[in-house]
Antibody, heavy 124, light 107 residues
């Protein structure tokens, strides 16, 4: 069974750096083709993709947030970590990690398994 | 970035109805589109990928179609558990982008 779970602070102050950890089970990020992303959702708003890390350590970021984001993985711990610098109240959101669907052939990068999400509030 | 535009933003329907939601990409994305269902306080759930492939375990009343830039999600015979918000996502290339969502409400 594949599961993912996000963890991190529920409250951060403006200008601080947010560090979120996604701990997963049921697959390995060292397996060819495996990829994990972070996605967020402000209260009452739409989903916004943030970052992706691949089995071969390739990394990709949101165009608008690239300068503030860093994604990394610890394969031995089955974890993916996202850091976001200079947090602002507009960054208040539920943050999800999700696995990208893998198949023998390319079927598009859909997110097949999601964590439950972790709510982060940015406030002084 | 590829902009994704969903319509309508909300729709009211009754149990048993057929509902269609559309999603338009700002440029062609072949068949690389996914649909998700999200209920309040829950993570999104993948319904359809590659525009028309039903994810395992998803009821057959859900179907998807389209290619290029125009896509549709159809729910044929609405059930009470289908009232939720639906999102499309371009799954062609990074940066991935989502539609703004369609809230399906009970009439």
């Amino acid at each position: 069974q594949v599961t993912l779970k996000e963890s991190g602070p529920a409250l951060v102050k403006p200008t601080q750096t947010l560090t979120l950890t996604c701990t997963f089970s049921g697959f390995s990020l060292s397996t060819s083709g495996m990829r994990v992303s972070w996605i967020r959702q402000p209260p009452g708003k739409a989903l916004e993709w943030l970052a992706r890390i691949d089995w071969d350590d390739d990394k990709f970021y949101s165009t608008s947030l690239e300068s503030r984001l860093t994604i990394s993985k610890d394969t031995s711990k089955n974890q993916v970590v996202l850091t976001m610098t200079n947090m602002n109240p507009v960054d208040t959101a539920t943050y999800y990690c999700a696995r990208i669907l893998t198949s023998g052939s390319f079927v598009g990068d859909a997110f097949d398994i999601w964590g439950q999400g972790t709510m982060v509030t940015v406030s002084s | 970035d590829i902009q994704m535009t969903q319509s309508p933003s909300s729709v009211s329907a009754s149990v048993g109805d057929r509902v269609t939601i559309t999603c338009r990409a700002g440029q062609g994305i072949s068949s690389w589109l996914a649909w998700y269902q999200q209920k309040p306080g829950k993570a999104p759930k993948l319904l359809i990928y590659a525009a028309s492939t039903l994810q395992s375990g998803v009821p057959s009343r859900f179907s998807g179609s389209g290619s290029g830039a125009d896509f549709t999600l159809t729910i044929d015979g609405l059930q009470p558990e289908d009232f939720a918000t639906y999102y499309c996502q371009q799954a062609d290339r990074v940066p991935y982008t989502f539609g703004q969502g369609t809230k399906l409400e009970i009439k």
